[in-house]
């Protein structure tokens, strides 16, 4: 591909996140849509810590499986592709990866995938979850709002009729 098309190709995924970027900040237009953004404006701060950590462990066990399978194992060929794939293991569970290192060093296999399922699949992933879901509840109780999925658009125009003449003024 030429240049000009890897640019076009670039800027059009950045008018993309842009756009769906100003779509979220017209979900604050109506509070049962903005439950959305809220729950994960609220869980930020608990979400950064939490990613630190869980980045760590993931670095951890990438440089484990590198130093362990890299030599036999492509999926752990070098640490970007191990980090790669140790990141897959988390999100979509054992796959692939695990019958490959079975099949190399059963033991080392064991050794690494019995503390990777209880730390990261079991434990940090629930982790995760529990901050997610706890700021969505935190979130719903400051919810007073007793609209309704057919009053959207009514209360939307509203608070855009309002934004607009306060733009004009």
Do not use: C
């Not at 240049?3 to 049962?32: D, G, H, T, W």
């Amino acid at each position: 591909p030429s240049f000009l098309y890897k640019y076009i190709k670039s800027l059009s995924f950045f008018v993309v996140f842009f756009a769906a970027v100003r779509f979220f900040r017209f979900l604050k237009l109506q509070p049962r849509l903005a439950v959305i953004t809220d729950t994960l404006a609220t869980a930020w701060p608990d979400l950064s810590h939490f990613l630190l950590i869980f980045a760590l462990v993931l670095v951890a066990f990438a440089s484990s499986a590198f130093v362990l399978f890299g030599w036999a194992v492509p999926q752990f060929r070098d640490f970007p592709t191990a980090l790669s794939s140790v990141f897959s293991m988390a999100v979509n569970g054992l796959g692939d990866e695990t019958s490959a290192i079975l099949e190399v060093s059963p033991v080392h296999a064991q050794l690494f995938l019995i503390p990777f399922s209880l730390l990261v699949i079991l434990l940090l992933v629930n982790i995760f979850l529990a901050i997610v879901i706890g700021s969505f509840d935190a979130t719903k109780e400051k919810l007073h709002d007793d609209s309704t999925v057919p009053s959207i658009s009514e209360s939307s125009m509203k608070q855009l009729t309002r934004h607009r003449n306060s733009i004009q003024d």
